[in-house]
């Protein structure tokens, strides 16, 4: 494995492991604290146990989502140096504020999980909150700072000199808003089907069904409207990716050819050498007006670009694919348990309803890995679009593919033992919570 | 504006030594104490690092983002050439901090802990190890940017009898901390007596690592000993050292924790001051007598002065809340359990 590749495939299993945690890291405390919340406020024990029960998860998530973002920032110096160098100084500022927001939040963990009984309740609920908004401000700065790779600004290239920098215009890149906000709404559906999935499952295996209803309630309907909300934030990432990627929206569409009124492709095998694409359904004129409003603008196609300056088309074709029929499948069955809540409320308890969750346990996180391909991938060959290519960036010392086979090691051993953990969460809770019945505490 | 960022950075990898340190000297005590007494200990060194033990690592946090916008030719040229010292820092990083959460928040305690417990006690050592072999590289004059074949470049830039003694002098600053730290921690008079003893006996394990660096250092041709005593305030920090870790010995005996925690942390501020005093603002010294200097290598001018606001602006948010969460965790004591 050459060492350009290996930089390539550690990034990769770094952020694709990380991206999971730091989901749930930065979801689960909105869930945790509605939980205590309706703890406070109607003094059911069951409230208590189900924020209990989740602040340990939120525990274990944020120490791994913590770790593994602090390799990540070793690991941009360790593969990029060479990008770091001359990216660092522009794009550091959301890094430097996100230290901050970490900060915060860490400190307010603190409170948060040692806090029981040691301060006034509802200091001691704001301090989940504070959990809740400063791990939200810290995945929006990172994603800012991501965003500036696929749309650098705050500095003039001039003669590969990096001239005049601003970091606040680099923070405040035109990507920012589009990808921060398609990518918080997808942590609140990716870890809300999740854990709703979980405590389905657990409702439907008939153990601590109390509990678990009302874990699963709080989940799916974070789950549920967030499922709602993101086309409308996937259809802000079409057009601004149509402006100022065209190059990776025609790789997420195979789209090969220049056109007036183009289709949408949906599905398909792309074949790169013939520049079509085999068994696709096509809806006629629908990819213009995705990208640009107007169901007769042209959409630039592949042709546009040299062939050194196009990304993997396959990938990111299916990648897309994936994502946008993963977060459909998620809406339908968001549109069905709204219609439940409101209207027929025997579908909301009935066994199909639970087991449809069930199944939708993971859609979301593949969702999310796959958007984040479509995201990355779509964007080579440049590590800063338009300006430095990755094979430029990648460090001279050799035996990448060493490190890049610890780190998988240390990964998947990593994800073994939290799954195993998380496990023994879910099944202990019978015996670690007595949640039958709705009794109140004073 | 650039002194302000410095002074963060200084007082970043002070605070990292100091409270990371004593977070890692948990660990490495725990592996250095009988097996009768480990259960005891290990229940007060939770109890007390518990609440502040995610926060203490986010100083590394600060220091790395200093490093890379502020000064990115710093960060990377350590980058390049640390890599593998690097690495296995973070493979400690790593298990360290998730063998902590799992051995206190798994569900059931059974023998899964016989896992969690050897990876925490082992990555407790691996880390600071590795973090004393990178700041004595740093340091050294290894680093060769001549360098073309990969030992010159990749392993020698780091592998010395210097970077290992400071490497281990780190590891036992850590328990050293740590040690100071619980007797403060402990509740009765036996515990007291267990830790003290602890405690004065790392003091003489310090000091023999400290001698260690030095007898390397001179093996070597490092001239450590005309950085700390070519100036003044060199001395003048060394010597202040000295006095209070004489003052901490006598001092063990009696119930005065919070003294002693603050003579700790007093000595070993002045150890790292003596040894960035002499050759600042340089921060890497390189093969060939050429150095990247704090001054000269910093980023745009744009760059530095927003990195200084925004550090300013996070410190406001944060060094209250961490006072006020220290605070309350230290008044009151007793259940602190998180189940």
């Given at each position: 494995?050459?060492?350009?590749?290996?930089?390539?495939?550690?990034?990769?299993?770094?952020?694709?492991?990380?991206?999971?945690?730091?989901?749930?890291?930065?979801?689960?405390?909105?869930?945790?604290?509605?939980?205590?919340?309706?703890?406070?406020?109607?003094?059911?024990?069951?409230?208590?146990?189900?924020?209990?029960?989740?602040?340990?998860?939120?525990?274990?998530?944020?120490?791994?989502?913590?770790?593994?973002?602090?390799?990540?920032?070793?690991?941009?110096?360790?593969?990029?140096?060479?990008?770091?160098?001359?990216?660092?100084?522009?794009?550091?500022?959301?890094?430097?504020?996100?230290?901050?927001?970490?900060?915060?939040?860490?400190?307010?963990?603190?409170?948060?999980?040692?806090?029981?009984?040691?301060?006034?309740?509802?200091?001691?609920?704001?301090?989940?909150?504070?959990?809740?908004?400063?791990?939200?401000?810290?995945?929006?700065?990172?994603?800012?700072?991501?965003?500036?790779?696929?749309?650098?600004?705050?500095?003039?290239?001039?003669?590969?000199?990096?001239?005049?920098?601003?970091?606040?215009?680099?923070?405040?890149?035109?990507?920012?808003?589009?990808?921060?906000?398609?990518?918080?709404?997808?942590?609140?559906?990716?870890?809300?089907?999740?854990?709703?999935?979980?405590?389905?499952?657990?409702?439907?295996?008939?153990?601590?069904?109390?509990?678990?209803?009302?874990?699963?309630?709080?989940?799916?309907?974070?789950?549920?409207?967030?499922?709602?909300?993101?086309?409308?934030?996937?259809?802000?990432?079409?057009?601004?990716?149509?402006?100022?990627?065209?190059?990776?929206?025609?790789?997420?569409?195979?789209?090969?050819?220049?056109?007036?009124?183009?289709?949408?492709?949906?599905?398909?095998?792309?074949?790169?050498?013939?520049?079509?694409?085999?068994?696709?359904?096509?809806?006629?004129?629908?990819?213009?007006?995705?990208?640009?409003?107007?169901?007769?603008?042209?959409?630039?196609?592949?042709?546009?670009?040299?062939?050194?300056?196009?990304?993997?088309?396959?990938?990111?074709?299916?990648?897309?694919?994936?994502?946008?029929?993963?977060?459909?499948?998620?809406?339908?069955?968001?549109?069905?348990?709204?219609?439940?809540?409101?209207?027929?409320?025997?579908?909301?308890?009935?066994?199909?309803?639970?087991?449809?969750?069930?199944?939708?346990?993971?859609?979301?996180?593949?969702?999310?890995?796959?958007?984040?391909?479509?995201?990355?991938?779509?964007?080579?060959?440049?590590?800063?679009?338009?300006?430095?290519?990755?094979?430029?960036?990648?460090?001279?010392?050799?035996?990448?593919?060493?490190?890049?086979?610890?780190?998988?090691?240390?990964?998947?051993?990593?994800?073994?033992?939290?799954?195993?953990?998380?496990?023994?969460?879910?099944?202990?809770?019978?015996?670690?919570?007595?949640?039958?019945?709705?009794?109140?505490?004073? | 504006?650039?002194?302000?960022?410095?002074?963060?950075?200084?007082?970043?990898?002070?605070l990292y030594i100091l409270l990371g340190g004593a977070d890692f000297g948990a660990g490495i005590i725990e592996l250095f104490?009988?097996?009768?007494?480990?259960?005891?200990?290990?229940?007060?060194?939770?109890?007390?690092?518990?609440?502040?033990?995610?926060?203490?690592?986010?100083?590394?946090?600060?220091?790395?983002?200093?490093?890379?916008?502020?000064?990115?030719?710093?960060?990377?040229?350590?980058?390049?050439?640390?890599?593998?010292?690097?690495?296995?820092?973070?493979?400690?990083?790593?298990?360290?901090?998730?063998?902590?959460?799992?051995?206190?928040?798994?569900?059931?305690?059974?023998?899964?802990?016989?896992?969690?417990t050897p990876i925490f006690v082992i990555s407790s050592v691996v880390t600071p190890f590795f973090l004393g072999i990178i700041?004595?590289?740093?340091?050294?004059?290894?680093?060769?940017?001549?360098?073309?074949?990969?030992?010159?470049?990749?392993?020698?830039?780091?592998?010395?009898?210097?970077?290992?003694?400071?490497?281990?002098?780190?590891?036992?600053?850590?328990?050293?901390?740590?040690?100071?730290?619980?007797?403060?921690?402990?509740?009765?008079?036996?515990?007291?007596?267990?830790?003290?003893?602890?405690?004065?006996?790392?003091?003489?394990?310090?000091?023999?690592?400290?001698?260690?660096?030095?007898?390397?250092?001179?093996?070597?041709?490092?001239?450590?000993?005309?950085?700390?005593?070519?100036?003044?305030?060199?001395?003048?920090?060394?010597?202040?050292?000295?006095?209070?870790?004489?003052?901490?010995?006598?001092?063990?005996?009696?119930?005065?924790?919070?003294?002693?925690?603050?003579?700790?942390?007093?000595?070993?501020?002045?150890?790292?001051?003596?040894?960035?005093?002499?050759?600042?603002?340089?921060?890497?010294?390189?093969?060939?007598?050429?150095?990247?200097?704090?001054?000269?290598?910093?980023?745009?001018?744009?760059?530095?002065?927003?990195?200084?606001?925004?550090?300013?602006?996070?410190?406001?948010?944060?060094?209250?809340?961490?006072?006020?969460?220290?605070?309350?965790?230290?008044?009151?004591?007793?259940?602190?359990?998180?189940?």
């Amino acid at each position: 494995m050459d060492d350009f590749l290996a930089a390539r495939l550690q990034m990769a299993f770094s952020l694709g492991f990380h991206i999971v945690f730091s989901c749930i890291g930065m979801v689960m405390p909105f869930f945790m604290c509605t939980a205590h919340y309706l703890w406070l406020k109607r003094k059911k024990a069951v409230y208590l146990d189900v924020t209990k029960a989740w602040s340990k998860g939120v525990a274990i998530f944020f120490a791994t989502g913590a770790v593994s973002g602090t390799v990540l920032s070793f690991e941009l110096g360790l593969l990029w140096p060479k990008f770091m160098e001359h990216a660092g100084p522009i794009f550091g500022m959301p890094f430097s504020l996100e230290g901050t927001a970490f900060f915060i939040e860490a400190i307010a963990l603190g409170f948060y999980l040692y806090g029981w009984n040691r301060f006034h309740p509802w200091f001691h609920w704001f301090t989940g909150v504070i959990v809740g908004i400063s791990g939200l401000l810290s995945g929006i700065l990172v994603v800012a700072a991501n965003a500036w790779m696929n749309s650098p600004a705050g500095f003039d290239f001039v003669n590969g000199q990096y001239l005049n920098i601003d970091p606040m215009k680099a923070m405040f890149n035109e990507a920012w808003f589009s990808q921060a906000l398609h990518m918080c709404v997808a942590a609140f559906v990716s870890t809300g089907f999740a854990v709703a999935g979980v405590h389905a499952l657990m409702i439907l295996k008939g153990k601590n069904v109390n509990f678990h209803r009302k874990a699963f309630q709080i989940a799916a309907i974070f789950g549920t409207v967030a499922a709602c909300l993101q086309p409308i934030s996937g259809d802000i990432s079409a057009k601004d990716v149509a402006q100022r990627q065209p190059a990776k929206l025609a790789a997420m569409e195979a789209h090969f050819h220049t056109e007036k009124g183009a289709g949408l492709i949906i599905g398909g095998i792309p074949d790169t050498a013939t520049k079509t694409v085999k068994y696709a359904l096509k809806i006629p004129k629908a990819l213009s007006f995705m990208a640009t409003g107007d169901f007769n603008a042209e959409v630039k196609g592949l042709d546009q670009f040299a062939k050194k300056d196009q990304p993997p088309v396959a990938v990111v074709h299916y990648a897309f694919q994936i994502m946008v029929g993963l977060g459909m499948a998620m809406l339908g069955l968001a549109v069905i348990y709204f219609i439940a809540l409101i209207k027929k409320k025997n579908w909301a308890e009935s066994k199909w309803m639970l087991k449809l969750f069930v199944i939708a346990t993971p859609m979301g996180f593949l969702a999310l890995e796959a958007g984040w391909t479509v995201t990355e991938v779509g964007r080579q060959p440049w590590i800063i679009y338009g300006v430095m290519r990755t094979a430029d960036a990648v460090t001279p010392m050799p035996g990448i593919a060493y490190s890049f086979y610890l780190f998988t090691a240390v990964y998947i051993s990593l994800a073994i033992i939290v799954s195993l953990l998380l496990f023994r969460q879910i099944t202990m809770v019978d015996k670690l919570y007595d949640s039958s019945t709705d009794k109140k505490i004073q | 504006m650039v002194y302000v960022v410095i002074i963060f950075l200084w007082t970043a990898i002070l605070l990292y030594i100091l409270l990371g340190g004593a977070d890692f000297g948990a660990g490495i005590i725990e592996l250095f104490t009988s097996r009768a007494n480990r259960p005891r200990m290990r229940k007060k060194m939770y109890e007390a690092i518990g609440p502040v033990w995610e926060a203490n690592h986010m100083w590394l946090i600060i220091v790395i983002v200093i490093l890379f916008v502020g000064f990115p030719k710093i960060y990377t040229t350590v980058s390049i050439y640390l890599h593998i010292p690097l690495v296995c820092m973070l493979m400690g990083i790593i298990a360290r901090g998730t063998a902590f959460v799992f051995r206190n928040y798994d569900a059931v305690k059974d023998d899964m802990q016989k896992v969690y417990t050897p990876i925490f006690v082992i990555s407790s050592v691996v880390t600071p190890f590795f973090l004393g072999i990178i700041a004595a590289s740093a340091v050294s004059g290894q680093i060769d940017l001549q360098a073309r074949d990969f030992l010159s470049a990749y392993v020698f830039s780091w592998l010395s009898w210097f970077s290992v003694t400071v490497g281990i002098f780190t590891v036992t600053i850590c328990a050293y901390l740590a040690n100071v730290f619980i007797i403060g921690e402990a509740e009765d008079e036996q515990d007291r007596q267990l830790f003290t003893r602890k405690a004065r006996r790392t003091i003489f394990v310090v000091m023999a690592a400290g001698g260690l660096v030095f007898l390397a250092a001179h093996s070597e041709g490092i001239p450590l000993l005309n950085w700390i005593f070519s100036d003044v305030p060199g001395i003048i920090a060394l010597i202040m050292a000295t006095i209070s870790l004489v003052i901490t010995f006598v001092l063990l005996n009696r119930n005065k924790p919070v003294m002693l925690r603050l003579l700790a942390g007093f000595q070993v501020t002045m150890i790292l001051f003596a040894a960035t005093y002499s050759h600042f603002p340089d921060i890497i010294l390189l093969k060939g007598g050429d150095n990247l200097s704090l001054l000269t290598h910093q980023g745009q001018f744009k760059t530095i002065e927003t990195l200084g606001y925004a550090l300013l602006i996070g410190s406001i948010f944060i060094i209250p809340a961490l006072v006020y969460l220290i605070y309350s965790f230290q008044q009151k004591k007793g259940n602190t359990s998180a189940h």
